[in-house]
């Protein structure tokens, strides 16, 4: 079984299902879109958001600590402790980044698929 992320083109296989430990995540670089945080929770489903923490600047987001508020599953940075819910990539912490943007991750489509499924 292998993990596919949707980069707004096509699906792209980034690694083994195998390759993703339970409550830890990676980082995969998607060609021409970059970085991509990756997390497999204890109950095996998987998430997607950016890598890049919106209050540091730093691609680090792959190195949070996966957890949850009430049912919602949620993402810690491992930089300004910012909680995010992984269910629609909002801040829970705080409304705006220090360049006044959103303080919201982009969420990407993400599946297992059988390996030489599908693009």
């Keep these: 079984m292998t993990v596919q ?9 980034v690694c083994a299902l195998t390759d993703l430990q339970p409550g830890r995540g990676v980082a995969v670089l998607l060609p021409e879109t970059g ?3 990756l997390f497999r929770d ?3 489903t998987l998430h997607a958001v950016d890598n890049l923490d919106p209050f540091s600047g730093a691609p680090v987001l ?3 600590l ?16 910012q909680v995010y819910d992984l ?22 489509p993400v599946r297992v698929a ?3 499924g599908a693009q």
């Design 35 to 37: 970085q991509v945080a």
């Design 5 to 13: 992320i949707h980069d707004g083109t096509r699906w792209q296989t």
């Design 87 to 108: 269910t629609d990539g909002r801040c829970l912490d705080e409304d705006t980044a220090p360049d006044g943007a959103p303080a919201v991750l982009r969420r990407w």
């Design 42 to 44: 204890r109950s095996g």
């Design 62 to 64: 792959s190195r949070g």
């Design 114 to 116: 059988a390996p030489g």
């Design 66 to 81: 996966l957890g949850s508020r009430g049912d919602r599953p949620t993402l810690i940075s491992p930089m300004y402790k």
